[in-house]
């Protein structure tokens, strides 16, 4: 029993994909082409990887906020009136 080779599809419209080369995948149905980038296929659609920066710079917003000297403010509230 062969192993069946490997089947990718296409992830905006899971069209099955055409192989061009060994690291090239096509979208026959949009002419979409994918990417194998050091081993790992690139299957991130632009929008995909549009939403994921603005994610990732969002997050590092946050991360900022949190390195800003607001500790002393919840440490204070931990310790004031009301706590055991
Ligand atoms: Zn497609």
Not at 34 to 61: C, K, Q, V
Request: charged share 25%; aromatic share 8%.
């Amino acid at each position: 029993m062969s192993a069946p080779s490997p089947r990718f599809a296409c992830p905006r419209c899971h069209s099955a994909l055409s192989s061009l080369a060994a690291d090239e995948l096509l979208c026959p149905d949009e002419g979409s082409l994918y990417r194998r980038e050091a081993g790992i296929w690139r299957f991130l659609l632009p929008e995909r990887a549009a939403a994921f920066e603005r994610f990732t710079r969002e997050y590092e917003t946050v991360r900022r906020g949190e390195g800003l000297p607001r500790g002393h403010h919840a440490r204070t509230r931990a310790g004031g009136a009301g706590s055991p």
